[in-house]
Structure formats: structure tokens, C-alpha cells
């Protein structure tokens, strides 16, 4: 049988507001002197809370695991960062995160023992070793973030239709069409639970099907960097990809095969100035398909104060202006593609994906203009905006999903 973990809710909580009491026992004043040092003294709050958050984490994970567990990470840490600082807050920041993502999900003893598992076998090839083919351009096509960058700097590009769940994001040169919920910036990690969808992407180039999440970055007033990391469907079969700003096109075989209908769990997070990306079997987390961090050049900020996070369910063909007829009309097609219980995390606090945490004008189907429209992608289930069962036909006919 196995057993709720104890790692409850309540400790987080407490924290909080034993930190949120503390703030708003400071007076408010005009002079900016004082108000700089009214941010120095609620971000040194926050940071008293995190370690009292450390702590909570280290006392009941090893009610679990085991006090030889951690050290045993803790080793794995100072194996790989020649800092000892670094080693310590990228340890501190793991485990804090374990002990959020299992309040958050209800995660059991048994799963627990198993992340903490997984965590201490992957992590060293994850810093260390490169599980990727780099290229400077994709030999298959991606959705374009430049229209992205610009809607960032618009309040409102066209009325959002919460009936209909479409996304602003229809763009007459993109090459994508799908499903997306976009955070609002100030996150530092985003997980999700996925089934796998069939696809029948065939080709080496110019077309696939991905489930993936982007990292945006706003380094400066309208100036952002962004990278993909998921999986994609092409050449007839599931690989792990990283594509941006910050790394290239990159893709690679998973450490485990991928197949359609198989049950994962995404974890994309910020570690110490590099991004994180884990891509574990649902139902035994200490399989893990893929464990790949890089840096970022020092331009997100560890607490993910710049950060947001873009999850997505997609088809992309960038050969579909061709005159073959049959490219416009391919019958590419990924079905039955699920995310669900996404949540999205401070340093301090969890939240599904909701109406308040996400972009209101970058939620739902979106399409392209000038080649698939919005149409040819089928909302089969909604939890807004956590959640969401999706298949998407290329077809100028009436698609059969």
C-alpha cells in the first residue's frame, strides 16, 4: 500500500504568513532611500522564509527518504560545482522544490522515495554530459518567437474569446499550428503530467509534432530570450529537443524510448542560473527519460522574478507555402496529446495554472493565416488552464480526429 506523503501544505503555508506578517508590519513612505530599504528588508524576509522552507523541506523529507538520501544528493552537488556556495544552493533549491511539486501534486511516500531517487542518478550526467546533436538551424521547423517578442509589448492584440479558448497568437508567416497557456512573468519552475499523442510525422525534415515548454526571459524592457525543451515527433519516432536562444537546435534520443500513450512528468525549472529540464515516467519517477540543464548566460534571475514559462501542444511544417497542394493538405496529424495538473512555482508558493497566473491574450488553439487555421486543432477536454486533452489534423477537408 502505499502512503500520503507527510509533507503537507500547512508548514509552507504558516511561512508565508509568518513572513507576509512581518512585511506589512513596515511603514510605507514617500522617500525612495526609505523605499529601497523597505525592498532590502522584504527581500531579506523572503530569504529567512526560504531557509525556514529548507529546513521544513530537509525534516520531512527525511522522515521519508532517509537522512542518507540527502546526503547522498548533497555529494552528488559537490561532485559536479567546484563552488561549494553553488553547491549548496542548487542542493537547497532541489530539495525545496521536491517538497513543493509533492504538496503540490499529493505525491506519495512511495513517489517521493522515487524522485529523490532519480534526482541522485541523473543529475551528474545532466551537468556534465551532453545528451544532444547541436546545429545552428533545425532540420525541422519550430514555431517563430519573433511575433512572440513583439505581442509581449502589447496589452491587448485582438478580444480574447473565453467561449472559444483561442489564443491571440495567429500569425500569417508562422509555420505552427496547436494549443498553448503562457504564464505571467515571475515564476522559477512549471511542472506537468502528459500523455503522449500519436503522430504520423514521417519525414527526417521539415515537419513535426511537439509537446514541449518555452522559457522566456525578459532581460530589459523589450528585450527577451526564450528556449523550447519538450519532445518532438519526426522520422517516425519521439525525440527530446532544445531549441532557442541559449542552446542551438539541439535533439537527441531519450535515456528510455518514448511512445504514443505513455504516461510522463515534466519538470522545467531555474537552477542556479542554468534552466533545468526532467522529463520522468509518471508512474515510476525514478525512470527518467531526460535530465538536461545549461546555462543562460546570467540572464534569468534565480528567483524567476523575469521568468515565464509557455506550455504547448503543437504541429509546425515550415514547407507548407510549397506549391504542392499536398504539403497544404498533408494529413500530418498528432492526436490525443494531454497535459494536465500543471502547476507553476515561486521561491516560495505553488498554484495550478489559473485565470489570475496566466496571459490572457495567449491561452488556447491558435493557427496560422495563410495555412491551417486554428479549425484543424480539437479541444476535446479544458481545466482552465491546467489542463487540456488536444488533437490537431492538417487537412483542408474536414479533419478526422
Given at each position: 500500500m502505499k502512503?500520503?506523503?507527510?509533507?503537507?501544505?500547512?508548514?509552507?503555508?504558516?511561512?508565508?504568513?509568518?513572513?507576509?506578517?512581518?512585511?506589512?508590519?513596515?511603514?510605507?513612505?514617500?522617500?525612495?532611500?526609505?523605499?529601497?530599504?523597505?525592498?532590502?528588508?522584504?527581500?531579506?524576509?523572503?530569504?529567512?522564509?526560504?531557509?525556514?522552507?529548507?529546513?521544513?523541506?530537509?525534516?520531512?523529507?527525511?522522515?521519508?527518504?532517509?537522512?542518507?538520501?540527502?546526503?547522498?544528493?548533497?555529494?552528488?552537488?559537490?561532485?559536479?560545482?567546484?563552488?561549494?556556495g553553488e553547491a549548496e544552493a542548487s542542493f537547497r533549491d532541489v530539495l525545496i522544490s521536491i517538497q513543493m511539486q509533492a504538496a503540490a501534486n499529493n505525491f506519495t511516500d512511495?513517489?517521493?522515495?522515487?524522485?529523490?531517487?532519480?534526482?541522485?542518478?541523473?543529475t551528474e550526467a545532466a551537468f556534465t554530459e551532453d545528451s544532444l546533436e547541436w546545429s545552428d538551424t533545425p532540420p525541422v521547423p519550430v514555431l517563430s518567437h519573433t511575433p512572440e517578442l513583439s505581442a509581449e509589448s502589447q496589452s491587448i492584440i485582438q478580444p480574447f474569446n473565453p467561449n472559444a479558448d483561442i489564443s491571440t497568437r495567429t500569425w500569417t508567416a508562422d509555420c505552427g499550428l496547436g494549443y498553448e497557456v503562457k504564464s505571467r512573468y515571475g515564476f522559477r519552475e512549471t511542472t506537468a503530467f502528459a500523455r503522449v499523442g500519436s503522430s504520423n510525422v514521417h519525414l527526417s525534415q521539415g515537419a513535426a509534432a511537439y509537446m514541449f515548454h518555452t522559457v522566456y526571459a525578459r532581460v530589459s524592457p523589450g528585450n527577451y530570450r526564450y528556449n523550447d525543451y519538450g519532445i518532438g515527433f519526426f522520422n517516425n519516432r519521439w525525440h527530446v529537443f532544445a531549441w532557442g536562444c541559449w542552446t542551438r537546435w539541439g535533439s537527441g534520443l531519450p535515456w528510455i524510448n518514448i511512445n504514443a500513450g505513455q504516461e510522463l512528468y515534466f519538470m522545467v525549472f531555474i537552477e542556479q542560473q542554468f534552466v533545468r529540464v526532467r522529463i520522468l515516467d509518471a508512474n515510476n519517477f525514478s525512470r527518467v527519460f531526460w535530465d538536461f540543464a545549461h546555462g543562460t548566460n546570467?540572464?534569468?534571475?534565480?528567483?524567476?522574478?523575469?521568468?515565464a514559462f509557455n506550455r504547448q501542444i503543437t504541429i509546425a511544417d515550415d514547407r507548407r507555402e510549397d506549391n504542392n497542394a499536398l504539403r497544404r493538405n498533408s494529413g500530418f496529424f498528432l492526436r490525443d496529446a494531454r497535459f494536465h495538473s500543471g502547476f507553476l512555482y515561486t521561491t516560495t508558493n505553488f498554484a495550478p495554472y489559473n485565470a489570475n497566473n496566466t496571459d490572457p491574450n495567449r491561452r488556447g488553439k491558435f493557427g496560422s493565416q495563410n495555412w491551417a487555421s486554428h479549425c484543424r486543432v480539437m479541444t476535446f477536454s479544458n481545466t482552465r488552464w491546467s489542463a487540456e486533452r488536444v488533437s490537431i489534423h492538417v487537412t483542408t477537408g474536414v479533419p478526422h480526429f
Open positions: 502512503t500520503k506523503t507527510n509533507i503537507k501544505r500547512t508548514s509552507i503555508s504558516m511561512l508565508l504568513i509568518v513572513a507576509l506578517l512581518i512585511t506589512m508590519a513596515v511603514p510605507a513612505f514617500a522617500n525612495s532611500r526609505v523605499i529601497e530599504s523597505l525592498e532590502e528588508f522584504e527581500y531579506e524576509a523572503t530569504v529567512a522564509t526560504r531557509k525556514a522552507i529548507f529546513q521544513d523541506s530537509v525534516d520531512e523529507l527525511a522522515k521519508i527518504v532517509g537522512s542518507d538520501k540527502i546526503e547522498e544528493l548533497k555529494a552528488v552537488y559537490e561532485s559536479i560545482f567546484s563552488s561549494r512511495d513517489q517521493i522515495r522515487e524522485m529523490m531517487k532519480g534526482f541522485i542518478e541523473s546570467n540572464e534569468v534571475n534565480n528567483n524567476g522574478s523575469n521568468v
